[in-house]
């Protein structure tokens, strides 16, 4: 330029010199998922955000690697909640660290009030939202989509049985994906 000033220019690299955090730098910083401002509230090691309004039905689990479970939240919660499904989230990556054995992944839990919904949030998730991210597999439930990060399973939601289908009887709710679906 003749007025001696050169035009700013960046390169592509420059863009991408932003890095994700890692698992460490998450877990030591501990920050909340979610708090009590955005409408959710504590249970246990959970957020909890509404009820379901069925008492059993296909739980959805959403699973994230540490490194991304801010941005795996960032992007299902806003969704869960536009849909107005009753759902839960780890309150805390300290507490999601501590899911072991066959919690290990339930990042998000989601109760859908149907099978046609619980059908319509799992695709919406594993084919809209989580594209190139990555999670652990829930262990003992169906995986769904591609992505390996939301599985399901036939339970209770607000009790500890489910109804058999074969006997209409209440029985207890054993926590395997093919027990008691109908």
């Not at 001696?4 to 890095?19: E, H």
Request: hydrophobic share 35%.
């Amino acid at each position: 330029a003749e007025s001696g000033v050169q035009p700013q220019t960046f390169g592509i690299s420059d863009m991408f010199k932003r890095k994700p955090p890692t698992a460490e730098k998450v877990l030591k910083d501990n920050k909340a998922f979610v708090t009590t401002d955005d409408g959710y509230f504590p249970d246990r090691i959970f957020m909890d955000k509404g009820f379901p309004e069925v008492d059993e039905g296909w739980k959805l689990h959403v699973s994230a690697n540490m490194a991304e479970s801010h941005d795996v939240a960032g992007k299902v919660l806003p969704y869960l909640e536009q849909q107005g499904v009753a759902h839960k989230v780890m309150a805390d990556p300290q507490s999601y660290a501590r899911m072991t054995g066959t919690q290990e992944g339930k990042f998000i839990t989601i109760y859908p009030n149907s099978p046609e919904q619980a059908a319509e949030i799992a695709n919406h998730i594993d084919g809209q939202l989580l594209k190139g991210m990555t999670g652990p597999r829930v262990p003992g439930e169906k995986i769904l989509g591609e992505t390996g990060m939301v599985s399901a399973r036939y339970g209770g939601f607000t009790k500890g049985t489910v109804t058999d289908p074969k006997s209409g009887m209440e029985v207890r709710d054993v926590r395997s994906a093919d027990q008691y679906a109908p």
